[in-house]
């Protein structure tokens, strides 16, 4: 669970996790503005997770318009929702090479990003040639063309477009009580 981490001046700062935003609160450099529902608790201390916290102390950061997004594996299985971009299978983030390698049936969901025009055939590492792709099908697909492979797109890839899409490539998922700090940002 993240927490979305605002400046004093309510600039968005990035998110971190909810332990990091705890340890902030305590040592008083920020204040929670929205909570989840979720608690958490110590032996003496019984708290909501924080969804949103915004530090006291004014910090100079470097306008970045939140309208762009740098191409990462990351972000392009973001981008697609940790779906196959071939056969629809849910990716799942957590599945590891070597657990693959002992157990095959999670090749369908062991997470890969995959060039449609390989870079062998002179495809770049663009938003535009990559999708999130399963193991199997990336296996299936190696260093051929789509058609010599025989799988289709079930969609084109595409350059993060729109804020939100934008804000949620680079962060990750977003929570209902970010939206209006997003917005405002």
């Known amino acids: 669970m993240n927490t979305l981490v605002i400046s004093a001046s309510e600039e968005v700062l990035g998110v971190s996790s909810f332990q990091k935003a705890i340890k902030h609160v305590f040592l008083g450099n920020a204040v929670v503005r929205e909570n989840y529902d979720q608690t958490i608790s110590s032996p003496s201390v019984t708290m909501n997770i924080p969804a949103v916290i915004q530090r006291k102390e004014y910090k100079s950061v470097p306008y970045e318009p939140l309208t762009k997004v740098s191409c990462s594996p990351r ?100 929570s209902d009580l970010w939206v209006d700090y997003l917005y405002d940002f």
């Not at 025009?117 to 590492?125: H, L």
């Not at 697909?141 to 680079?170: C, Q, T, W, Y």
Request: proline fraction near 4%.
């Open 75 to 174: 972000g392009v299985l973001r981008r697609d929702s940790y779906t196959c971009q071939y056969c629809e299978s849910k990716l799942n983030k957590s599945v590891k090479i070597e657990e693959v390698t002992r157990k095959p049936s999670l090749i369908k969901v062991y997470a890969t990003v995959d060039h449609v025009i390989p870079q062998a055939a002179g495809g770049r590492n663009s938003w535009h040639n990559l999708v999130a792709c399963c193991g199997l099908c990336n296996r299936i697909k190696a260093d051929k063309s789509l058609k010599n492979s025989g799988l289709k797109l079930i969609r084109e890839p595409h350059e993060p477009r729109g804020f939100m899409e934008v804000v949620r490539v680079r962060f990750g998922q977003i």
